[in-house]
């Protein structure tokens, strides 16, 4: 037989009602009653009718998210696949399911918006997509609720990852070790790739480095083909790079597997740095020098924002939060000895 709520409110010592509100998370319960009725309903196995519940709040706790990125392998995508694990078990946590949102049900295509009326959901997070496309963009007009990572729209939670200071702690590092003949392999159009293209151009020109042409060169992310290309040709150039910043981890194994096949030497011969700390990643030997996100501190914090609009309605939308990367130094952004040379003049 089932466990009741009037058999967790015996065994707390409250009320049916204060019991109640402690699951569905009402503010008028204090964090300590909270962890305790929750603690509580956990050991006794306890588990809240949906139905009952959804009826009584007029909500389904039921979460999208729309993961698609540009190469259709968001689900094999290592950064965004720790972001939304966090993000599912702090959703659990706080008493919401989720369900990932695409173009299809059956043979049916549907709108992003329109699959998530048809689930019903309460409300959606935008975690990995083009937030220029026009489906998305209406998305964020609608009055559904709706977080969105690492691109804001105005009036709408959001949840940054600092990418300005990541590159320009990435970046910053290869300067120290006396680079200055440093290419930057970016990503296609996006808010992350504006900020951190804005963030090397800003401190290339403090220190007084003008890249030479073709030292600046689009990709995109999380692509092993596209980085390959794009290294070989950054090797191909009269005037190599002897450091190479890479879009994300994946592509600088790549970019990697390009320079070795051209007889060239990691970090002897030239310098490679990621972006975004994957943790599987560091174990391949030299430790790859990269940026590491923050993915379990981003995936939180948009449940928790999600939610709380979801919960809240009526608040103000506060400013994004920006939630802090950490410089991983590795071993294969060599120093230079003596510094280098002027570069050529074009």
Do not use: W
Request: a neutral charge; hydrophobic letters at 40%.
């Amino acid at each position: 037989m089932s466990v009741t709520i009037r058999e967790v409110s015996k065994r707390c010592g409250l009320s049916v009602s204060a019991v109640s509100k402690a699951l569905n998370n009402y503010p008028d319960v204090s964090a300590q009653t909270r962890a305790r009725v929750l603690a509580t309903a956990q050991q006794m196995g306890y588990y809240p009718n949906a139905l009952a519940r959804g009826l009584k709040t007029n909500r389904t706790y039921n979460l999208g998210v729309i993961l698609v990125d540009e190469m259709r392998d968001s689900l094999m995508h290592t950064f965004f696949i720790v972001v939304l694990n966090a993000f599912r078990r702090e959703a659990e946590r706080l008493g919401y399911d989720i369900t990932l949102i695409n173009h299809n049900i059956g043979n049916t295509p549907r709108t992003y918006l329109d699959h998530c009326r048809q689930r019903n959901v309460d409300g959606v997070c935008l975690m990995c997509v083009d937030f220029y496309d026009d489906e998305i963009v209406a998305m964020a007009r609608d009055t559904l609720p709706l977080v969105t990572i690492d691109h804001p729209f105005g009036g709408r939670d959001c949840v940054l990852s600092d990418n300005r200071i990541g590159m320009r702690a990435l970046l910053g590092y290869a300067i120290e070790r006396g680079h200055r003949r440093i290419a930057f392999v970016h990503g296609t159009p996006s808010g992350v790739t504006s900020a951190r293209l804005d963030a090397f151009q800003d401190v290339m020109r403090e220190q007084g480095i003008q890249p030479p042409p073709g030292y600046v060169r689009p990709s995109h992310y999380h692509s092993t083909r596209h980085a390959a290309q794009e290294v070989s040709a950054l090797l191909a150039l009269p005037q190599r790079p002897t450091c190479i910043l890479m879009t994300d981890d994946y592509s600088a194994l790549s970019g990697i597997s390009a320079i070795q096949a051209a007889g060239l030497r990691i970090p002897n011969d030239i310098s490679v740095a990621g972006y975004d700390g994957v943790a599987m990643i560091q174990k391949i030997r030299p430790q790859l020098t990269t940026f590491r996100q923050n993915g379990e501190g981003i995936g939180l914090r948009a449940a928790q924002r999600l939610i709380a609009r979801i919960e809240n309605p009526g608040e103000p939308v506060p400013a994004p939060d920006i939630v802090a990367g950490t410089l991983l130094c590795g071993e294969t952004v060599a120093a230079v000895a003596g510094g280098q040379p002027p570069l050529a003049a074009d």
